[in-house]
């Protein structure tokens, strides 16, 4: 049982994984994937646009 929830966490949850899955199985969007899923290039990319990151090294 999970009882704290970090704001990051709760902010991804509003994201239906299932309906996210279905998308990218309709655009073939992991075709040429060769290291990060779908799924986790999102949530990199929602965390540095939270963090308001300047780069991807950061």
Known sequence: MVRHSSLFSQI?????RNQFARLVSKHDAERNSKGFKCWDHFVSMLFCQIAQAKSLRE
Request: no cysteine.
């Open 12 to 16: 991804v949850g509003f994201f239906d």
